[in-house]
T-cell receptor, first 115, second 113 residues
Framework: AQSVTQLDSQVPVFEEAPVELRCNYS??????LFWYVQYPNQGLQLLLK??????LVKGINGFEAEFNKSQTSFHLRKPSVHISDTAEYFC?????????????FGGGTRVLVKP | EADIYQTPRYLVIGTGKKITLECSQT?????MYWYQQDPGMELHLIHY???????EKGDLSSESTVSRIRTEHFPLTLESARPSHTSQYLC????????????FGEGSRLTVL
C-alpha cells in the first residue's frame, strides 16, 4: 500500500514570488508520481509526471518538480507565480507493479496568489 | 485535451431521492474511476472499472453503485440519497495502464437536503 502526504494545506504567496509545494510519499515498491491542479469548479488537470529518467521534471504553466528517491519526496516548484495559479494542487502516486495502477492522492494544497 | 464529460454539474435534491450521475468518455479508455471529493479537498476512490461488465469497490466504502455496460459510459447511482452523500463526485479514465495517468471530468457537485 502507498500513501501521500502534502505537508501544507494552504500556501499564500504574492504574485511573482516563488512557490514550493511539498509532497512526500511512502511505498514499498517503485512508483510513478504525478502533480495535478484543480481550478475552482473544475476537474483535475495533469501538471506533470515522473515515470523514469531525469529526476527533474518540467510541466505545464512553468511548473517543475524534483523526484528525490532517498527522501521519498516529489516537491513542486514555480519560480514566479501568477494570479491565475490560484488553485488546489494534488500530489499522487501509483504503484508501478500493481494491476490497474490505481492513483493514491494526497490531501491537497490550496495556493492563494495575492496581488 | 481529454474528452470526458459529467452530468449534471450541479444537483440539489431532497433526502430519499434516487439519483444517477452520468460519466462518458470518447477516448476509448478501458479503465474508469469514480472519486468522491470532500469539502476539505481530499479525493477518495469509491469505484473503478477495468472494462465492460467489470466493476470494483474502491478504497472508501460508498452506498452508491456503478455499472459498465458500454466502454464509454460509467454511471453512478444512489438509490436513496442522504445529506451524508453531499459531496463532489469526480469521474476519471485512462488507457495507459503502465503509468496510471488519469483524465478527469469536471465533476458533479451533489447537495442533498
Amino acid at each position: 500500500a502507498q500513501s501521500v502526504t502534502q505537508l501544507d494545506s494552504q500556501v499564500p504567496v504574492f504574485e511573482e514570488a516563488p512557490v514550493e509545494l511539498r509532497c512526500n510519499y511512502s511505498s514499498s515498491v517503485s512508483v510513478y508520481l504525478f502533480w495535478y491542479v484543480q481550478y475552482p469548479n473544475q476537474g483535475l488537470q495533469l501538471l506533470l509526471k515522473y515515470l523514469s529518467g531525469s529526476t527533474l521534471v518540467k510541466g505545464i504553466n512553468g511548473f517543475e518538480a524534483e523526484f528525490n528517491k532517498s527522501q521519498t519526496s516529489f516537491h513542486l516548484r514555480k519560480p514566479s507565480v501568477h494570479i491565475s495559479d490560484t488553485a488546489e494542487y494534488f500530489c499522487a502516486v501509483s504503484d508501478r507493479q500493481a494491476a490497474g495502477n490505481k492513483l493514491t492522492f494526497g490531501g491537497g494544497t490550496r495556493v492563494l496568489v495575492k496581488p | 485535451e481529454a474528452d470526458i464529460y459529467q452530468t449534471p454539474r450541479y444537483l440539489v435534491i431532497g433526502t430519499g431521492k434516487k439519483i444517477t450521475l452520468e460519466c462518458s468518455q470518447t477516448m476509448g479508455h478501458d479503465k474508469m474511476y469514480w472519486y468522491q471529493q470532500d469539502p476539505g479537498m481530499e479525493l477518495h476512490l469509491i469505484h473503478y472499472s477495468y472494462g465492460v461488465n467489470s466493476t470494483e469497490k474502491g478504497d472508501l466504502s460508498s452506498e452508491s453503485t456503478v455499472s459498465r455496460i458500454r466502454t464509454e459510459h460509467f454511471p453512478l447511482t444512489l438509490e436513496s440519497a442522504r445529506p451524508s452523500h453531499t459531496s463532489q463526485y469526480l469521474c476519471a479514465s485512462r488507457q495507459d495502464w503502465d503509468t496510471g495517468e488519469l483524465f478527469f471530468g469536471e465533476g458533479s457537485r451533489l447537495t442533498v437536503l
